[in-house]
Every structure is written in C-alpha cells, then in structure tokens.
C-alpha cells in the first residue's frame, strides 16, 4: 500500500524559499503524477501543481513563478520549493498520488506538513 | 480557471438522513470530477473520481452524479463518521480547482 509523507521545516522566514519532500514507500513511482496541495488555516484546498514520473511539470499559473517541483525517481521522493514566502503562504501542504490517464485525480495523500511563515 | 461553487456551504443534518450536496462549475468539466471528505486536522480523503465512481473501501451509501457543470454527492443513510466537510475539485483542466467546501453538522 503506497504511503506518502512529507518533511520540512515547520517555520520559515518572510521572503526566503519554502522547501518541502515527499518520500512515497510502498508503491511504484512509476506512471503516475506527483502533486502538492495546500490549505490555509481554517480555509479550502488549493492545488499548487504536480510532477510527472519522467519529470514533466503543470503548475497552478498563480504561483508559477515561485514554485517548482522536481522528483527523484530512483529515491522515490519529489519535492516543493516556493520562493519569496509571505504570510499567504502559511499553510498545511499535503503531497499527493495523482493517477488516470490524461485526467488525474488524487487518490493517496500524505498527512500533511504545517508551515508557517514568519519572522 | 474553473470555478467551482458548492451548495450549501453548512448542513445540518441527523444520523440516518439523506443528505444532497451540490457542486457547480462556470465551465463544463465534462466528467472529471472528484469528491473529497475532510476531517478536522487530517489529509482529505477520495470518495468518488470520474464523478461517479466510487473509490475502493468508500461505503456505498455515497454516490455521486452529474457531468458537465452540475453534480451532487449524496450521502444515504448519514452516519456519526460521515460528519466532516466535503470537497469537490475539477480535473479536467489546470489548474485543478477545489469547491469552497461543506461542512455537514449534526443537527
């Protein structure tokens, strides 16, 4: 059974570069997409993007300009950086499984990791 | 981007009641849209994709229904685990788009 889990710190600076992991175990990396989400405190989901297998990225354009996602495929891990943080970017960011074909949907999450932006 | 507005934001509902939650998006999704339960402090968890699909482990006392820019996610029979907030999102186009959420109550 594939499981995710992410990892970073829990409290970064205003303007510095949020950096997050997701390890996945039990599963194959293969064929699948990679995505991260994020949540607000007290507020809704918003996707932030995802990372093909081969390494392919889609990012959400509100954020494309700070965000990029790169994987690891023989480490089996993929990663978030956000650059220039501010107080907006406070949020429990969850990894994700995204499968289908062509249409991808995310059906395994991790249990999310709390940042906080601050100084 | 698609928007995607659900209705009602809170219901308050009883154990064993039917209850109907409606997502609507300004563009037609086609049938790529997925349902999610969420609760407080924990990662949102897949109920139904292709919007009707039921996810595998999912009781069968949700369904889901719809294409193109209405669907619903109807819970029979409501249960003490089935109080939560529930998400719909899009995947037919990027960025995929999340519903504002409902949060079904105990009445």
């Known amino acids: 059974q594939v499981q995710l889990q992410e990892s970073g710190p829990g409290l970064v600076k205003p303007s510095e570069t949020l950096s997050l992991t997701c390890t996945v175990s039990g599963g194959s990396f293969a064929y699948h997409q990679w995505s991260w989400i994020r949540q607000p405190p007290g507020k809704g989901l918003e996707w932030i993007g995802y990372?093909?297998?081969?390494?392919?990225?889609d990012y959400n354009p509100s954020l494309q300009s700070r965000v990029t996602i790169s994987i690891d495929t023989p480490k089996s891990y993929f990663s978030l950086m956000l650059t220039s943080v501010t107080a907006a970017d406070t949020a429990t960011y969850y990894c994700?499984?995204?499968?289908?074909?062509?249409?991808?949907?995310?059906?395994?999450w991790g249990k999310g990791t709390t940042v906080t932006v601050s100084s | 981007d698609i928007q995607l507005t659900q209705s009602p934001s809170t219901l308050s509902a009883s154990v064993g009641d039917r209850v109907t939650i409606t997502c609507r998006a300004s563009?037609?999704?086609?049938?790529?849209l997925a349902w999610f339960q969420q609760k407080p402090g924990k990662a949102p968890k897949l109920l139904i994709h292709?919007?009707?699909t039921l996810q595998d482990g999912v009781p069968s006392t949700f369904s889901g229904s719809g294409s193109g820019t209405e669907f619903t996610l109807t819970i029979n029979s409501l249960q003490p685990d089935d109080f939560a907030t529930y998400y719909c999102q899009q995947y037919d186009s990027h960025p995929h788009t999340f519903g504002g959420g409902t949060k079904v109550e105990i009445k």
């Open positions: 563009e037609i999704v086609y049938n790529w």
């Open positions: 990372i093909s297998y081969s390494g392919n990225t």
């Open positions: 994700a499984r995204s499968i289908g074909s062509s249409f991808y949907y995310s059906d395994v």
């Open positions: 292709k919007a009707s």
